[in-house]
C-alpha cells in the first residue's frame, strides 16, 4: 500500500538544540499532518498543511515548532530549540484529500538530552 | 475541536471470542471514525473506518458501529486470533480538522 518514508528513525540531541524531522508522504497526497505520542500513549495531533499553508494546530504546536514543504520535496518538523518534554515519537501522516484515509509513517524517535 | 473518549484501556480476551471497544465524542460536526491497529514499535495502519452517512459496516471480522444521536462508535472484533493482540485507537474528525485520537486500547488475546 501507499508509503510515508520518515527520517531519521531515531535522533538524540541536546536540550536547546535545533532538530528537522523529514517526512516523505505519499506522491499524490495533499494533506499532510504531525503527531505525538509519548511511549505508550495516545497519539496528539500537532498540525495538518496542505496548500502550503498550516490548516490547523492544536496546542502542543509550540512557537518553537515550525513545519515547512518547500517545492514539494520534504515536508519537515522543525524544533528550535528543543526541550526535555519534547521527546516522544513523531509520526508524520499524510492523505489524498479532507476525511480521507490517514497514512502514517513508522515515526521519528525524539530523545531530548 | 474535538474530545475522544475510549475504553476500556486494557481488554483481555480469551482466543475465539469477540472484543468490544467504545468510544464517544463530542463535536456533533464530526463525521468521519476510523479505527487504527498499533503494534509495538510501528506506525498505526487503518483497519476499518466508517463516516457518519452509516450506522453499521463490516469487513473481515471487524465490525463498526456508529450512533450519532449518542456521538458513540464502537469496534468489534469477532472471533479473536493471537494476531489481533495490539493497541486500538479510535478517532474523530470534522471538516478541515485533523484526527483526534482515543488514549487507545491494549488488547491482549490469550489461548
Known amino acids: 500500500g501507499p508509503k510515508v518514508l520518515q527520517i531519521p528513525s531515531h535522533q538524540i540531541i541536546d536540550m536547546g538544540q535545533m532538530v528537522t524531522l523529514n517526512c516523505d508522504p505519499v506522491?499524490?497526497?495533499?494533506?499532510f499532518y504531525w503527531y505525538k505520542q509519548i511511549l505508550g500513549q495516545q497519539m496528539e495531533f500537532l498540525v495538518n498543511f496542505y496548500n502550503g499553508k498550516v490548516m490547523e494546530k492544536s496546542k502542543l504546536f509550540k512557537d518553537q515548532f515550525s513545519v515547512e514543504r518547500p517545492d514539494g520535496s520534504y515536508f519537515t518538523l522543525k524544533i528550535q530549540p528543543t526541550a526535555l518534554e519534547d521527546s516522544a515519537v513523531y509520526f508524520c501522516?499524510?492523505?489524498?484529500?479532507?476525511?480521507?484515509?490517514?497514512?502514517f509513517g513508522a515515526g521519528t524517535r525524539l530523545s531530548v538530552l | 475541536g474535538e474530545q475522544v473518549e475510549q475504553l476500556p484501556s486494557i481488554l483481555r480476551v480469551q482466543e475465539g471470542s469477540s472484543a468490544s471497544i467504545n468510544c464517544t465524542y463530542e463535536?456533533?460536526?464530526?463525521?468521519?471514525f476510523p479505527w487504527y491497529k498499533q503494534e509495538p514499535g510501528e506506525n498505526p495502519k487503518l483497519i476499518i473506518d466508517?463516516?457518519?452517512?452509516?450506522e453499521r459496516k463490516q469487513t473481515q471480522g471487524l465490525i463498526v458501529l456508529l450512533d450519532k444521536k449518542a456521538k458513540r462508535f464502537s469496534l468489534h472484533i469477532t472471533d479473536t486470533q493471537p494476531g489481533d493482540s495490539a493497541m486500538y485507537f479510535c478517532a474523530a474528525s470534522g471538516y478541515a480538522q485533523g484526527l483526534t485520537f482515543g488514549l487507545g486500547t491494549r488488547v491482549s488475546v490469550f489461548p
Open positions: 463535536n456533533s460536526a464530526s463525521n468521519y
Open positions: 466508517i463516516r457518519s452517512n452509516m
Open positions: 506522491s499524490n497526497h495533499l494533506y
Open positions: 501522516a499524510s492523505s489524498p484529500g479532507q476525511q480521507n484515509t490517514l497514512y
